[in-house]
């Protein structure tokens, strides 16, 4: 990723992300355990014996990848990241996302993702994609009402830490898209 301005804190209002630091390791711990089941239809699993492995590697910092815990009145509520996607500078992702379950459906998702689209756009990108598992209509649907379109499905894209082989939905936003969604 050569666009170093993604690597600033972002804050609006109650809602803040830092980038992932050794200090979070508990806090994203308990986050993370606030919802067992949920891990079964993400690629990587977060609890128990799986979380200080996967919590090392995000803070060892894969390439193309910028992870943040998201924190709300000072709590870590969950973690989001930037991943390289297309053209440096032109196109990047927004995933590796999981918030605790006593935030979802209030609108605080929504939040989150208005503040990091609003600042990949300042920065000069043209595009945001996502990329959601197929079996994940929560996600889906929050995605879509961001204004972001289904672009397409990499049939058997992965396989989840579970065996599981993933197919992954593919959605866009455009600068011009995150326009007209504002207005």
């Given at each position: 990723?050569?666009?170093?301005?993604?690597?600033?804190?972002?804050?609006?209002?109650?809602?803040?992300?830092?980038?992932?630091?050794?200090?979070?390791?508990?806090?994203?711990?308990?986050?993370?355990?606030?919802?067992?089941?949920?891990?079964?239809?993400?690629?990587?699993?977060?609890?128990?014996?799986?979380?200080?492995?996967?919590?090392?590697?995000?803070?060892?910092?894969?390439p193309g990848r910028r992870?943040?815990?998201?924190?709300?009145?000072?709590?870590?509520?969950?973690?989001?990241?930037?991943?390289?996607?297309?053209?440096?500078?032109?196109?990047?992702?927004?995933?590796?996302?999981?918030?605790?379950?006593?935030?979802?459906?209030?609108?605080?998702?929504?939040?989150?993702?208005?503040?990091?689209?609003?600042?990949?756009?300042?920065?000069?990108?043209?595009?945001?994609?996502?990329?959601?598992?197929?079996?994940?209509?929560?996600?889906?649907?929050?995605?879509?009402?961001?204004?972001?379109?289904?672009?397409?499905?990499?049939?058997?894209?992965?396989?989840?830490?579970?065996?599981?082989?993933?197919?992954?939905?593919?959605?866009?936003?455009?600068?011009?898209?995150w326009l007209a969604a504002?207005?």
């Amino acid at each position: 990723m050569s666009v170093p301005e993604l690597y600033v804190p972002l804050e609006e209002g109650d809602l803040s992300l830092e980038l992932l630091r050794e200090d979070h390791r508990e806090g994203l711990r308990a986050a993370c355990a606030e919802d067992s089941e949920i891990w079964e239809i993400y690629p990587f699993c977060y609890v128990g014996e799986y979380f200080d492995p996967q919590f090392d590697s995000l803070l060892a910092g894969a390439p193309g990848r910028r992870v943040y815990a998201v924190i709300k009145d000072g709590t870590i509520v969950g973690m989001t990241a930037w991943i390289a996607f297309g053209d440096a500078g032109w196109s990047i992702e927004i995933g590796n996302s999981f918030i605790v379950p006593a935030l979802r459906s209030t609108g605080f998702n929504r939040r989150l993702k208005r503040l990091m689209l609003g600042h990949a756009f300042a920065c000069g990108h043209e595009r945001v994609v996502f990329k959601v598992d197929v079996i994940n209509t929560r996600s889906r649907a929050a995605v879509r009402k961001l204004g972001a379109v289904e672009e397409g499905v990499m049939r058997r894209e992965r396989k989840t830490w579970t065996g599981r082989v993933r197919d992954t939905v593919i959605y866009g936003l455009l600068r011009e898209d995150w326009l007209a969604a504002r207005a």
